[in-house]
């Protein structure tokens, strides 16, 4: 192994690149893991040790006016810096609308070691206020944090080490939207935390978004469509409760459900075929949770099943893949909820194994 070990950020020789050495898998083979997460056998003669690696190449690697100033000083700034709230500039409207937590290295040559701050970006038109409870194991649910947030802005919580992150992988979010004038009223949203260990020490995770200039680990809590959901379920309690003013529902509701949301799955004047996919869905959804991926694809499932009533169709046909079923037995648990419906597998010929066709209206 010579001249190095395993921990060392090192730079190819015969190629742009480099990464940290994870481990050894000969005398003279190193297995080095790229920003991406992948580890690649690499010769011991084709590395070499980064010049951030020792003191005068982080030297040189750190900014000017960084050299020389009291590490102690620095700290405090730092510190009286970091904990503010501010508005997300424009780019993030280039991000999905939803809530997020974002872990921010205070490094940013070192992402996988040292302090982290955690903030809590609002990236939707609504204020919200919002709670954080983390599970522990002997004393259960312990807030966090809690607090406002005005739209499209960004809070610091905290800033924690990184033998506090196992604490971070699990808990429940509570988040209540709110407006000073609006025409209905949305319920709150409880999301759950799920953060798997192993992201919080992989570099290829931490990556620049349009929340921040630094490499972040973003986490999605709350996406627009979960917020959907919710003001939905609060106008059909509305209707329940309101017989006398069921236009007055029936015109919130066609509020939320464009024709044009459902347009783009419209087969013909009374069928639409909705790909639940989550590809389809969401373009970043490599960083999420399974559980994360789940929920967005039954609230999207549910949203288009009820423009479908809504608009009077005949026919909704989901396709939801095979894989292990999990999919597919949610979405019949949805389903089983609704009256004046009735469903089964699609046509294999045309969708194989992976498609349940929903007729609406009494069979």
């Known amino acids: 192994m010579g001249k190095f070990k395993v921990g060392d950020r090192v730079k190819f020789l015969s190629s742009t690149g480099g990464g940290i050495i994870r481990s050894f898998s000969a005398t003279n083979v190193a297995n080095v893991e790229m920003e991406d997460g992948f580890e690649v056998p690499t010769l011991v003669n084709d590395l070499v040790l980064d010049a951030c690696e020792d003191k005068a190449g982080a030297f040189f690697c750190s900014k000017p006016q960084e050299r020389g100033k009291d590490e102690t000083e620095q700290k405090e700034n730092t510190t009286e810096e970091s904990f503010h709230a501010s508005y997300l500039g424009h780019k993030a409207k280039e991000m999905a609308a939803g809530v997020y937590l974002c872990f921010v290295p205070h490094d940013q040559r ?64 509570q988040i209540l939207f709110h407006d000073d004038m609006s025409d209905c009223v949305m319920m709150p949203v409880n999301c759950r935390l799920k953060i798997r260990t192993d992201k919080f020490y992989k570099e290829g995770c931490f990556v620049p978004t349009a929340f921040f200039q630094e490499k972040v680990l973003t986490i999605p809590v709350c996406d627009e469509q979960e917020m959907n959901v919710f003001l939905r379920a609060t106008t059909s309690e509305a209707k329940d409760k309101d017989e006398e003013e069921p236009k007055q529902v029936l015109k919130v509701a066609r509020k939320n459900y464009t024709n044009t949301f459902l347009d783009a799955y419209m087969t013909d004047s009374s069928c639409a075929e909705v790909d639940l996919h989550i590809g389809e869905l969401v373009e970043d959804y490599y960083l999420l949770e399974p559980e994360q991926m789940l929920r967005i694809q039954l609230n999207h499932a549910e949203r288009c099943l009820n423009e479908a009533i809504i608009q009077g169709l005949k026919k909704v046909i989901f396709i939801h893949g095979i894989g292990q079923g999990v999919l597919k037995n949610e979405l019949k648990k949805m389903l089983d909820k609704y009256d004046n419906l009735h469903y089964f597998d699609a046509s294999i010929m045309k ?6 066709e929903v007729y609406l209206g009494k069979g």
């Open 110 to 173: 070192w992402l996988v070691y040292g302090d982290m701050d955690v903030w809590m970006v609002n990236n939707t038109d609504h204020r919200c206020i919002y709670s954080i409870l983390l599970l522990e194991e002997r004393n259960g649910f312990v807030s966090e944090d809690y607090g406002t947030l005005e739209a499209r802005q960004k809070q610091t919580i905290c800033t924690i080490t990184r033998d506090e992150c196992d604490k971070w992988t699990k808990g429940v979010v």
């Open 351 to 356: 969708y194989g194994a992976g498609a349940t």
